[in-house]
């Protein structure tokens, strides 16, 4: 007897909380659609009353995506609720996610209210929810540092008003996998109606434990229901990774006897858009879609590999979307050629034009390098004049001198609001110049926080990715460029940074 592992990815709404994270309506109906092509279950697409910006992606991905369920996230209470349930109108399949926070510490200091009234809220929001849709979740926030007997009385309550899932959040990245698994277990034995609820699990990663305890969640506490992120993307040390998670229970499902709709094929892809669009890189060992996950470095490795992969290898690389040979295209490969790798690669452009955009810059690039990798490939998709996403700033050229003993010097041409402007400047290095030069313009007054270079597919020939994070009046946001030349990545970078503060300079946090 075997049962389904659901899997509920929160990268749009607890993923985007981390600073920095933040993504437009359109990068999130991308990721939403790439969500939905690796089969993910149930996609929490935001949280709708936390800002217009919130509710406008919400409601985009509940019409546009037609085959997992969509979520919002709602606190408890009646008007956060009829939102999240308005921007959900055009799903296919709906799902509101309420929640209080239940532990001492939350009550008390947090939301100054005593635990009879947190009761009595949360039975009133998941009685408010039913009448809305049929599909409800409950969290008690903090649920893991919460009295047992007190989460046992809520959860009983909110069954009985109809939620249909229940979720336990070690929101704060507390647990241990044994403990935590038996957490679930003794909730489950302990609620009288906890049979008419699915269980699921919740981890931050602060002690790096989050996979580790959703895992046990699930094997001792009977969980069927594991709540992650593309990259384990999310605040602080982030949350449960759902590449991760869906490799443990596939790769090993003699031990877990778990079914999962996800196609996990398009993993790579997905992580690649995740690391692009957020400017949050992933880091090379990062199990699953690090760029050594599979790659086999010493002699006594690679012989044994090429005698019989299983020698080293617990999953096919082919299996999560790494292709055997990653040199795929170069100069003289046609259209059809690129728009099968496209394909291959789990991207699916809106239309032919776009098909021709992305086309045409395949072509300028592999002018300029004479193999064009996989990751190059879903690095030009993600460029502007690809996705259609009209930004304020737009990159034209650069150029720049530096010579030992003198001080660097660039100029650099970009537009803003489509009409072109030219700034010049000296700095430190190249670099520094080029974005002096964009900056004496713009004059954000923004605060870089982080800059750094990764070489996208490992060799000097490939393209630089560059990130960018600035802050700026209690904003965060990172911008991420790719070029063969890093300061001209460098510089698209941080226009992509400036078109993101300018994008969210209305929004409001999004977190109750
Ligand atoms: O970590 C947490 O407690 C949450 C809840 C809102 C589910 O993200
Ligand atoms: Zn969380």
């Known amino acids: 007897m075997t049962d389904k592992l659901i899997i509920f990815d929160t990268t749009l709404r607890d993923g985007e909380q981390s600073p920095g994270a933040s993504m437009t309506r359109d990068e999130k109906l991308r990721i939403a659609r790439q969500l939905e092509r690796l089969k993910v279950d149930v996609i929490e697409a935001g949280f709708a009353a936390s800002s217009n910006g919130d509710f406008d992606a919400v409601q985009l991905i509940a019409n546009s995506i037609k085959d997992s369920t969509i979520c919002s996230l709602s606190r408890a209470n009646d008007r956060d609720i009829s ?59 903090d649920g893991y540092r919460s009295d047992v007997d007190f989460l046992c009385r809520v959860i009983e309550a909110v069954i009985h008003e109809g939620a249909t899932t229940i979720n336990v959040p070690d929101t704060v990245g507390y647990a241990i996998p044994e403990l935590y698994g038996n957490f679930i277990k003794t909730l489950r034995e302990r609620v009288p109606n906890s049979d008419k609820a699915i269980w699921s699990v919740h981890c931050h990663n602060d002690l790096g434990m989050a996979v580790a305890n959703s ?231 923004a605060e870089m926080v982080l800059y750094s270079v990764n070489a996208i597919s490992g060799s000097t020939e490939s393209q630089g990715e560059v990130t960018v994070r600035l802050q700026n009046s209690g904003r965060v946001v990172n911008g991420v460029g790719s070029d063969p030349d890093i300061v001209v990545a460098s510089a698209k970078a941080y226009l992509s940074a400036l078109n993101k503060l300018h994008s969210k300079a209305d929004r409001v946090a999004a977190q109750g």
Request: hydrophobic share 40%.
């Open 83 to 141: 939102r999240a349930a308005e921007a959900l109108k055009g799903a296919n399949r709906a799902r509101i996610h309420t929640f209080i926070a239940t532990s001492a510490l939350h009550m008390e200091k947090k939301l100054r209210m005593t635990p009879d009234q947190v009761f009595e809220q949360a039975k009133q929001s998941v009685r408010f929810a039913r009448n809305l849709v049929d599909d409800i979740e409950f969290s008690p926030e």
């Open 215 to 445: 895992l046990a969640g699930v094997k001792i506490g009977g969980a069927r229901q594991v709540e992650c992120t593309i990259n384990g993307l999310g605040e602080r040390a982030g949350n449960c990774s759902l590449e991760e998670v869906v490799m443990a229970v596939k790769t090993r499902r003699d031990y877990f006897n778990l079914d999962l709709g996800i196609d996990t094929h398009h993993i790579l892809a997905a992580s690649r858009m995740v690391s692009q669009t957020t400017g949050f890189v992933v880091q090379p060992n990062k199990a699953v879609v690090g760029a050594n996950a599979f790659a086999h470095a010493s002699g006594i490795h690679q012989d044994g590999v090429l005698k019989a992969r299983d020698t080293y290898e617990i999953m096919r690389a082919e299996d999560v979307g790494w292709t055997a040979n990653k040199i795929v295209l170069g100069k003289l490969s046609g259209r059809n050629a690129f728009k099968q790798r496209l394909q291959e690669l789990g991207v699916q452009l809106e239309s032919e034009v776009d098909v021709n955009a992305a086309f045409a810059r395949f072509k300028e690039l592999a002018d300029r390098k004479s193999e064009i990798f996989d990751e190059d490939i879903l690095a030009l998709v993600s460029d502007e004049s690809v996705t259609h996403i009209k930004e304020q700033y737009g990159f034209v050229s650069l150029s720049q001198h530096s010579e030992t003993g003198e001080r660097p010097q660039a100029s650099i041409v970009f537009t803003v609001d489509g009409t072109e402007v030219r700034g010049s400047s000296e700095g430190n290095g190249p670099v520094d110049a080029s974005l002096k030069a964009i900056e004496a313009h713009v004059k954000s007054g």
